[in-house]
C-alpha cells in the first residue's frame, strides 16, 4: 500500500517489474520555474500530478510554459488541501488517450490473478463519470498483456486484496502503467456483475488468510455493465459542485439489471467538503446496448430534488452515438460539449409525448376539481372545450378523449394514446404514450408542468385559448446586467484573491481561486477592466452568486 500508494515510487517499481509506463520525471519538483524547464524537455503536452493524488484531484494538462506554470501552482495547492502532501511530478501527456484498468485479487500465498478490465474513458476534470466491463475497445491479447503485467507489479510488491492497476491505452492499443489502488474502487461493481464474484467478499477472505478459491482459468467475463457516477453538480453551470438539503430522493426501483450503491437518503445535506458523489447506478445486460438501454431509463426514473445534479447530462452521454459506437477518449467530454452542457437535443416525438402527457395530466386536475365532495372519482370525461398547449415557440391546439382503457390526446391532427395509473402528486409519470414505454419525471408549475426526460425539461403550458392570447400580451421581466460584477459561481471558499482595488486586468487574467469540494476553480477575467472594488479575502466562506469583484470599464 505504501509503496503503490506513492505515484513517484510506483512507477519505478513498476518500471523495474517490467511493465510499460508513461515517460516522464519522477523525481520531486522544486517549483514552476522547474516544472516549466522538465515540460520542455519531456516536450508538450505534459501532465502534472499529485504523487499522493487520487479521485482527480491535484492534476493539470499542460500544452505550453505559461499553463505549465499555472498548471503547478494549482496542482500543488491541491495536493496540499486533499492529500497534505505537495509533491508533484511531470509526465508525458499521450494524445487521444483512453483509460482502461484491470482489476486484480491476490491472497498472501502467492496466488494473484486478474477479472478483466474496466473502461473509465468517459471523465471531466480527470474524474471518472462512467465506467464499463469490459471494454468496447480491446481486444482478446490486449486484455491479456495487461492483465499479466497489472498480476506482475501486484506480486513485485506482494500484493494481498482486491486492488486496481490503471493503464493509459492509445489508439493503437499500446498500454502505460497510471497507478495501482491498493483498495475497492468506486467502479468495483461493473466487475462483480461480469464475473459474478463479490469483491468485498474475496477481500475479506484474503484478509482472513485465505487462499483464492478461484484461479485465472476460472475467471469468465459474461454480458455487459454500465456504471454511471451520480453527482451533486449543475452541468448547465459548467458542472460546478452544488450543496444543500435532498428535498426529495427516489432513486430507480432495482428491476432485473439494475443494482444502485448509495449511502444518500431524502433529507440528507450535502456539503461543500466532500466528494460530490451521490451515488452509483450500474445497470447490466446481455449486451452492451442492452446494458446501456437499461441505464437510460434507471436514470429517466432517478429522482432528485434539492440540489443540482448530473443526471440530465448522464442521460445525454448514454444517446450520444459517438458512446453507443464505443469511440472516445479521456478528451470526449471536452470536444463534445467544448462549451459545456446545454441540455440534450429534444425530438419532435419526445416534444409530443410529454405535450401529450402534460395535457393528461391537466385533464385530470381538471375532472377532479369538477367532482363533488365525497363523489366517487370517475374517469376523465370528454372536455367540451380546446386547449392551447405551449411548448417554448411550439404551439398547437388540443383536445382528450378518454375511455375504460385510457385516453386519446389530439395535438392538432395528431392522435397519441396515453396510458398511465398517474395520479396528481405522483413525481414520476409512467405508462406509454403514442404506443411507447415512457418514464417522465413531472411537477407542476404556474399554467402547466415541467416534463423531464433522456436529459431534456420541458415546461408545458395548457391554457385555454383565450388565456393563451393574453399571456402573449405580458411584458417580458427583463434579466439583470451582472456584467460588471465577479459573482461566486458555486459555495466554496476563496484560497486567494490575485488583483487589488485600481489595478487594470486583461481578459484570462487570474482573478481569484475559489475552492469546493476539494477542487480548485480559477475564476479569470471575461475582457479587460478595472478593479473598482475587491470585496472577499482569502478564507471567505462564499455562497452561489456572491458579489466578489466590481469593476469599471476601460476606455
Known sequence: IQSMGDKITSKKIAAE????????YMGIIDGPDEAVRIASEIGFPIML???????????????????????????????????????????????????????????SHGNCIYLGERECSIQRRHQKVVEEAPSPFLDEATRKAMGEQAVAL?????????????????????????????????????????????LVEQMLRVAYGEKLSITQDDVKLTGWSVETRVYAEDPFRKFLPSIGRLTRYIPPFEEEGVRVDTGIYEGAEISMFYDP????????????????????????????????????????????????????????????????????????????????????????????????PGQVEKPISPLERNWTVTAGDYEVKSRIMSDAK?????????????????????????????????????????LGYRVAAEGVSLDVLVQTPKAAELLKLMPEKAELDTSKYLLCPMPGLVVSVAVSEGDIVEAGQQLAVVEAMKMENILKAEKTAKIAKVRVAAGDSLAVDAVMIEFESVG
Not at 484531484?57 to 496540499?80: H, L, T, V, Y
Open 154 to 198: 501486484s506480486k513485485a510488491v506482494g500484493y494481498a486484496s482486491a486492488g486496481t492497476v490503471e493503464f493509459i491505452v492509445d489508439k493503437n492499443r499500446n498500454f502505460y502503467f497510471l497507478e495501482m489502488n491498493t483498495r475497492l474502487q468506486v467502479e468495483h461493481p461493473v466487475t462483480e456483475e461480469v464475473t459474478g464474484l463479490d
Open 406 to 446: 385510457g385516453a386519446t390526446v389530439a395535438l392538432g391532427r395528431q392522435h397519441l394514446s396515453v396510458e398511465t395509473a398517474w395520479t396528481p402528486g405522483q413525481p414520476l409519470l409512467r405508462g406509454t404514450i403514442g404506443g411507447e414505454a415512457v418514464i417522465f419525471q413531472v411537477e407542476p408549475i404556474a
Open 17 to 24: 517489474a517490467g511493465v510499460s509506463t508513461v515517460p516522464g
Open 277 to 372: 458523489m451521490i451515488a452509483k447506478l450500474v445497470t447490466t445486460g446481455a449486451t452492451r446496448e442492452e446494458a446501456i438501454a437499461r441505464q437510460r431509463k434507471a436514470l429517466d426514473a432517478y429522482y432528485i430534488r434539492g440540489i443540482s445534479h448530473n443526471i440530465p447530462f448522464l442521460s445525454a452521454l448514454m444517446a450520444h452515438p459517438r458512446f453507443i459506437s464505443g469511440d472516445m477518449t479521456t478528451a470526449f467530454i471536452a470536444e463534445e460539449y467544448p462549451d459545456g452542457f446545454q441540455g440534450a437535443a429534444l425530438s419532435e416525438s419526445l416534444r409530443d409525448q410529454m405535450m401529450a402527457a402534460a395535457v393528461f395530466m391537466n385533464a385530470v386536475a381538471v375532472s377532479r376539481n369538477s367532482q363533488m
Open 49 to 107: 500530478k499529485a504523487s499522493a493524488g487520487g479521485g482527480g484531484k491535484g492534476m493539470r494538462i499542460a500544452w505550453d510554459e505559461a499553463e505549465a506554470r499555472e498548471g503547478f501552482i494549482s496542482a500543488q495547492n491541491e495536493a496540499r488541501s486533499s492529500f497534505g502532501d505537495e509533491r508533484v511530478f511531470v509526465e508525458k501527456f499521450v494524445e487521444q488517450p483512453r483509460h482502461i484498468e484491470i482489476q486484480v485479487l491476490a491472497d
